[in-house]
């Protein structure tokens, strides 16, 4: 892809339709636009860059496309969200070095990892307030939602926590998760696959929320999956 601003480029989400991605790019402050339309005679450039953002990390997009939001990785964070038609940015603060971002799939929460406060803050997507606060981690990352459980790795316990999205409160913890760093859902949600930083990917059956499987060899430090 052409046109990077280049500096660690962190996490990537591709649009509903497959024509965009959105590329947090870390160290450049700015989210990269790409055209991933294999049509277009922009196909794989750089069609815009936002910037204006400081140390974007985790990024996430609604189920019709028209917006995105990105963990602005400070103490004192943020999440910036993007209107993906006009490229116009608006702020939601309240975080603290915010990680992993996900939307509920009916899209009107959004969970955002605290990874300062060891906490995961939820906010109402129709007023982008923070509603909710789930507590119970010890070093908290990244996250997975389903309809009904939400999914926080927590690196430090080389664990999973599930957390019930109805009363905000963890209902089972998968132990053995070796260095539980960014977590992944299948298409039909029925599988989780969690990379472990520095230590293969580990694969939980989200209906018995137990290990499946794992590789404990062939990937380096997997960021996403």
Excluded: C, H, M
């Excluded at 055209?35 to 794989?44: E, Q």
């Excluded at 406060?117 to 981690?137: E, H, M």
């Excluded at 960014?182 to 949600?189: E, M, Q, T």
Aim: proline fraction near 4%; hydrophobic fraction near 35%.
């Amino acid at each position: 892809v052409s046109g990077l601003a280049g500096g660690e480029a962190i996490s990537i989400v591709v649009s509903p339709d497959g024509t965009r991605a959105y590329l947090a790019q870390r160290a450049a402050g700015s989210v990269a636009v790409i055209d991933t339309d294999p049509d277009s005679v922009t196909y794989n450039t750089v069609l815009t860059t936002i910037s204006g953002l400081t140390n974007p990390y985790g990024v996430a997009i609604n189920s019709d496309g028209s917006t995105v939001y990105v963990s602005n990785n400070t103490g004192s964070g943020s999440v910036s969200v993007i209107d993906t038609a006009t490229y116009a940015v608006s702020t939601v603060t309240g975080f603290s070095d915010p990680y992993g971002v996900a939307l509920s799939p009916d899209g009107t929460k959004l969970y955002v990892v605290n990874n300062g406060t060891s906490t995961v803050s939820v906010v109402d997507t129709g007023t982008n307030a923070i509603t909710g606060t789930i507590t119970g981690f010890s070093d908290p990352y990244f996250v997975a939602v389903t309809a009904d459980a939400v999914y926080v790795t927590d690196y430090q316990n080389n664990s999973v926590r599930v957390v019930d999205p109805a009363t905000n409160l963890i209902t089972t913890t998968i132990s053995g998760v070796p260095r539980a760093w960014v977590p992944a859902l299948s298409s039909d949600g029925t599988v989780l696959y969690v990379g472990g930083y520095y230590d293969g990917v580990t694969a939980i059956n989200t209906a018995t929320n137990t290990i499946s499987s794992s590789i404990s060899s062939g990937f380096d430090a997997p960021f996403g999956l």
